[in-house]
């Protein structure tokens, strides 16, 4: 069955950097886009990142442009979030999504405060 597996959350000072992972199986990774997503208690969640299965182009929120880079390495069925210059409002609680259907990881804290 599909399972995706975050990991690399935590505490953070505001402009600090973190880097999130998040590992899949059961299903070929590389044929699929893959997503991130952030949750705050009492907010929808909202996506921050998108990555194409191919050739990799990519797609930010305009909150974290310049600031976070999504990548993915197809080898080790794993999609990257690099976080960088964080700030308060970055704090959430991060999913990684798949593509075509429901399917997320069970989400890792991010939590940024001096």
């Known amino acids: 069955q599909v399972q995706l597996v975050e990991s690399g959350g935590g505490w953070v000072q505001p402009g600090g950097s973190l880097r999130l992972s998040c590992v899949a199986s059961?299903?070929?990774?590389?044929?699929?886009?893959m997503n991130w997503y952030r949750q705050t208690p009492g907010k929808e969640r909202e996506l921050v990142a998108y990555i194409s299965s191919s050739v990799g182009s990519t797609n930010y929120a305009d909150s974290v442009k310049g600031r976070f880079t999504i990548s993915r390495d197809n080898a080790k069925n794993t999609v990257y979030l690099q976080m960088s210059s964080l700030k308060p409002e970055d704090t959430a609680m991060y999913y990684c999504k798949r593509n075509a259907g429901a399917y997320w990881g069970q989400g890792t804290q991010v939590t940024v405060s001096s």
């Open positions: 059961g299903f070929t990774f590389s044929n699929y886009g």
